[in-house]
């Protein structure tokens, strides 16, 4: 009895934290999504679904998001993994962690001032400038949907990474050696032990830059120059510029429910790559 | 079996050979000129205590590790450049190695997939369930390894190994993880799978009384070489050196006086000057040795009591007594040659009395008792 009440006494700053900051807004949010504009802007109570109807008209954030989110997820990883197998595999001791350190490095400085410098490196005297001695004029880079992509995995690299490395490492480096014993070439080894023992780490590292993405709207904003938009890009244009709360909730719910979807099926590929629990393999 | 670049003649019966092997790691010598054979269908212990060189040459037989110089043969074949996974050689891990998103059945049957070209689905089945009956885990093939216990996943690491039907079946330490009454069981499964197989097996353990159970020879080593190859019994009946006498079972060692040697027997003088009988080993002319007798092979009497003739007489004091049911460990100090163990069996105590501590005895040093060591280490 008293076990029990210690533990809702427990888990109530978390509940109260939890409804009044996730649920409350999520309320509004769908509760806004089905009312209207107000003649001044903002937020005009009723109940249509017109605002849904009217979700075609942002078909283009939707697309960019649904298909930048993923490329940019996929790049990361590909990046990622080497880098972290490096990291956790191949590096000495002794260089591990100054490297780690040199991972995290640009998180020390604002997104905001790190995708600026971006501009300059994509725009006309940056990379560009450089295409041009080798001989390949007018390559225009800056506000096209790769400079965005390059931004986001940029920006997004280290969460990919740090999972990776974490799973990689963990790792029982005699199972790689009991592979070979039995007559696996070590690039085999690596296929059937050490990618579906970090797989783990790749799910969690594409989740969480995969959700985070989807969300964007710094990066597109700043490199996209207003050309390559996100669901991001229009939820602020909707809320601070044309003022239609709505149509903005609307948006809003529609990203959640994509997003509801993506989360169901990353727990249906964990249950199965999931299944080998980390406290058997080692011991 | 006959390869141009191997100058080195294998015999016959040798399924491996080390032939001056070294590592180093660095400046670590690991192994130091090793040179051994290792015969087929033998069962073969590398024993020693941590550190010695023992788990380095297993390494070199599997092919983790490849030695900086000498050679290491399979089959008369010099394999030194030959990687792990084209070796005929299998090992059970330390820790089982298994691999954890296998089920038990997917972990044995794992190297037979490894086989290119490949083996007909079927067949891969039938072997697999052979091998799971032969470790008595039948009907555990679909099971997960975290659901089995520390024995059972021994179990599936032999299985694993023995599906491929190595040339030969390295152990490393294999019996570390497991508690004492399943040790005794699984040495003696081990033993009668190796009788049953009719595979090479090497053994790698610190564990002399596994050693001496379950190994037809046993390689003791020490600082990355080898001390002394040879059966358990020789071992124990004819250590080289004091640092086998030490490891295999317990030894009383002192220094004497090499006097006389005649047919395999030599007259010593003892540091007290105690005149004793031992065994000799031929071909040796030192006069200045160590003398190697065990606990056992002496006894204990009081100083009034009769002495059988040609029993030398050591006299000593009772420091410990311990008694340890079959037999009675006492600890003396000798006069003139410090601190000596007898044993007395329990039979032998009840018959003729035992002996306090601090009391006044003989030790009792029968004639050929005793042996001249070897080798000075």
């Not at chain 1, 790749?202 to 904003?221: D, K, N, Q, R």
């Not at chain 2, 491929?164 to 330490?173: G, H, Y």
């Not at chain 2, 250590?239 to 004497?256: C, E, L, T």
Request: contains cysteine.
């Amino acid at each position: 009895m008293t076990q029990s009440r210690a533990r809702a006494l427990l888990l109530t700053p978390a509940g109260l934290w939890y409804a009044a900051m996730l649920l409350l807004p999520l309320a509004v949010v769908l509760i806004f999504s089905f009312g209207e504009r107000s003649a001044i802007g903002g937020y005009a109570p009723g109940f249509t679904f017109e605002q849904y109807a009217n979700l075609p008209a942002r078909f283009a954030a939707f697309r960019n998001t649904l298909t930048l989110a993923p490329v940019g997820t996929l790049a990361a990883l590909l990046i990622a993994y080497p880098l972290a197998y490096f990291l956790a595999v191949k590096v000495s001791p002794k260089w591990k962690t100054m490297l780690l350190v040199l991972v995290i490095v640009p998180f020390w400085t604002s997104i905001l001032i790190r995708s600026y410098a971006w501009i300059f490196l994509l725009g006309g005297k940056g990379i560009p400038a450089l295409l041009e001695v080798i001989g390949l004029d007018d390559v225009r880079l800056l506000n096209t949907p790769f400079a965005v992509l390059v931004g986001i995995v940029y920006g997004y690299l280290p969460l990919m990474v740090f999972p990776i490395y974490v799973a990689l490492e963990k790792l029982d480096k005699r199972l790689l050696e009991a592979a070979a014993d039995l007559g696996t070439p070590p690039w085999r080894a690596f296929l059937q032990i050490t990618l579906p023992l970090s797989m783990p780490g790749v799910l969690t590292g594409s989740m969480l830059v995969f959700i985070l993405l989807m969300g964007e709207f710094l990066i597109p904003a700043i490199l996209g120059g207003g050309k390559v938009f996100f669901v991001g890009n229009a939820l602020v244009d909707l809320f601070l510029q044309s003022r239609n709360w709505a149509f903005g909730s609307a948006v809003a719910v529609a990203l959640v429910v994509v997003m509801l979807i993506t989360v169901g099926i990353y727990t249906r590929l964990v249950k199965r790559f999931g299944a080998s629990r980390d406290d058997v393999g080692l011991m | 079996m006959t390869d141009a670049t191997t100058t080195h003649v294998p015999a016959p019966e040798a399924v491996a050979e080390f032939v001056g092997a070294t590592k180093r790691f660095g400046d670590v010598l690991a192994a130091d000129r090793i040179d051994l054979r290792i015969r087929r269908g033998e069962f073969l212990s590398f024993l020693g205590p941590s550190g010695c060189g023992k788990t380095t040459a297993l390494r070199m037989l599997a092919g983790f590790e490849s030695p900086t110089e000498g050679e290491v043969l399979i089959d008369g074949r010099d394999v030194s450049a030959v990687p792990a996974h084209k070796r005929p050689v299998n090992m059970v891990f330390q820790h089982y190695a298994l691999f954890p998103h296998m089920t038990v059945a997917q972990n044995v049957g794992y190297g037979l997939r490894q086989r290119r070209p490949r083996l007909p689905k079927r067949e891969i089945e039938l072997k697999v369930a052979k091998a799971l009956a032969t470790v008595r885990l039948a009907d555990f093939g679909p099971r997960r390894i975290w659901e089995m216990s520390g024995g059972q996943q021994q179990r599936v690491a032999l299985a694993r190994a023995i599906v491929n039907e190595p040339k030969i079946l390295l152990l490393d330490e294999p019996m570390a993880a497991l508690d004492a009454k399943l040790r005794g069981e699984m040495q003696r499964e081990l033993l009668e799978l190796q009788r049953s197989l009719g595979i090479t097996f090497v053994l790698v353990t610190h564990d002399q009384e596994e050693a001496l159970a379950m190994s037809d020879r046993i390689c003791i080593m020490g600082k990355g070489r080898i001390a002394q190859v040879g059966t358990p019994q020789e071992l124990y009946d004819r250590p080289r050196s004091r640092y086998v006498a030490d490891f295999v079972g317990k030894a009383n060692i002192v220094s004497g006086q090499i006097t006389g040697r005649q047919g395999g027997l030599a007259q010593a003088v003892l540091g007290n000057g105690v005149k004793v009988v031992l065994r000799d080993e031929p071909g040796d002319d030192r006069t200045t040795t160590e003398i190697a007798v065990r606990p056992e092979a002496l006894g204990l009497a009081a100083r009034d009591s009769a002495v059988p003739a040609g029993t030398a007489v050591v006299p000593a004091r009772v420091t410990h007594r311990t008694f340890l049911g079959d037999h009675t460990e006492y600890l003396l100090a000798a006069d003139g040659l410090g601190q000596m163990q007898v044993n007395v069996p329990r039979q032998a105590e009840r018959a003729l009395g035992g002996h306090d501590v601090g009391a006044l005895v003989h030790v009792l040093w029968p004639e050929g008792t005793g042996l001249v060591l070897a080798v000075d280490d």
